[in-house]
């Protein structure tokens, strides 16, 4: 089955603890970006990546830091986590160069930073 | 600056009558539009979309309308069913610097009462 996959789903912690979220999919995407969701505010892009080691920033990377080094996979790292990058994350995929469909998302990870 | 709004935060319809969600944009650049479902726990899910040669495209009971004057689009859901009560993200795109960026609407939660 064609998907993006997240893990964890949920996940507390505390200020600065540094943790990872990964994101896999296997529609062999070239483009793959990561989303938070606030409450009216909608879903704001951190960061994308166009292909392997290709990465940059959408509009709220501050906090943030991803990686590339497969097609299949793009983890989203925070450094030091603060009560602020409490959200609801999203990684999704596209086929590069083709926006019929957009977006194929994951089914999200609850983070709480406490 | 929200360059997309949807500034209805929730809806509620009976089943079986008509639900329409309003969508408004603000970068005459914009070309492609896509609406999302998105369900409690689960990631966004791509429901339709226009292209901004055209004004409607249908699918089934779903209809998207898009006024380019107006820079306005609105999701016509005939006839809404209890399934359908999800939140609704509209989302826009414009080619920049070689792919195709999505920036979205802070969602409407509709619910279809039986």
């Known amino acids: 089955e064609a998907q993006v996959t997240q893990n964890p789903r949920y996940l507390i912690t505390v200020t600065g603890k540094k943790l990872t979220v990964t994101c896999s999919q296997n529609?062999?995407?070239?483009?793959m970006s990561w989303y938070r969701q606030d409450p009216g505010l909608g879903l704001r892009q951190i960061y994308y990546s166009m292909n392997v080691e290709v990465t940059d920033k959408g509009d709220v990377p501050e906090g943030y830091k991803v990686s590339r080094k497969e097609k299949r996979n793009f983890p989203l790292i925070l450094e030091s986590p603060s009560p602020n990058q409490t959200s609801l994350y999203f990684c999704?995929?596209?086929?590069?160069?083709?926006?019929?469909?957009?977006?194929?998302f994951g089914s999200g990870t609850r983070l709480t930073v406490v | 600056d929200q360059q997309v709004k949807q500034n209805s935060p929730s809806l509620s319809v009976q089943e079986g009558r008509i639900s329409i969600l309003n969508c408004d944009y603000t970068n005459s650049m914009f070309d492609y539009f896509l609406w999302y479902k998105k369900y409690p726990a689960e990631g966004p899910t791509f429901l339709i979309s226009?292209?901004?040669?055209?004004d409607k495209n249908e699918d089934g009971r779903f209809t998207v309308f898009l006024n380019k004057s107006a820079k306005h689009l609105s999701l016509h859901i005939v006839p809404s069913q209890p399934g359908d009560s999800a939140v609704y993200f509209c989302?826009?795109?414009?080619?920049?610097?070689?792919?195709?960026?999505?920036?979205f609407g802070t969602g409407t939660r509709l619910k279809v009462l039986a």
């Open positions: 226009i292209s901004s040669i055209k």
């Open positions: 999704a995929s596209s086929l590069f160069g083709t926006r019929n469909y957009g977006y194929t």
């Open positions: 529609m062999n995407h070239e483009y």
């Open positions: 989302a826009a795109s414009a080619r920049t610097s070689g792919t195709y960026k999505y920036i």
